[in-house]
């Protein structure tokens, strides 16, 4: 007989109260970023150069720019999902562990937020 | 809890490496490789929109012999986080765990980074 409760079952979130969810998002993202990533590769070899012009009209054309806005936001949310789980392992003092997963937290967003501007900025043309 | 001082029995320094203990650290350096790299591409972006003598600046930055050191570096991370991701993709289906698959399969990730690596840096040039 399990002492767990059919609720707690049925949500499968366990003691950490978030379930599979992390590992799970780094797969969705880990498929989403292969796609991606080999999309920017293969963008990166083949661009005619990278002068501020061609560097500038390949960032500004539509389908590049959402492709870069998804590539930015998806690796953003991989790679501190990633940290996260080092800075785990290895920071044991516990306040500097919680600082150190702050501190990726915001750089994390805020590398975000600088990759959306940049983006939106050169694809909408200022 | 204090448990520096205990003695500890030998374990890393004691094992002879097998591959795949090379592949799984690996797959970690080569994701925070990344996240040190990520930083130089939303610089990338950013500088792009800032204006044209900010972005020379990082152009010349990523032209230095250390600039191109770490841009090789950064690819072939890529590629090896690609190639043993898709490795840890198939793990979590349940298939390749036996030992010697998993010997074999780790073999496949280095050849195939390696490979990869080459091809697109001979795309690029």
Redesign the interface.
Known sequence: MSLRSPLGRVLGLGTAKDGTSHWWGQRVSGMALAVLGLWFAWSLATLSGFSHPEAVAFISQPVNALLLLLLSVTMAWHSYLGVQVVIEDYVHSHGLKIASLLLSRYAHVVLAAAAIFAILKLGIGA | MNNHDRPLSPHISIYRWPVTMATSILH?AT??A??VG??V??G???D??V??DV??KF?GA?NSTLGCVLLVGW?YA??YH?SN??R??VW?TGRGLEKGQATASAWFVIVASIVLTAA??W??S
């Open positions: 970690r994701g925070i990344m996240a990520f930083i591409l939303v990338w972006l950013f792009a929109a204006g044209p972005y020379a152009v990523m690819s890529f590629f690609l991701g898709i840890h993709l979590d697109f840096w795309v690029a």
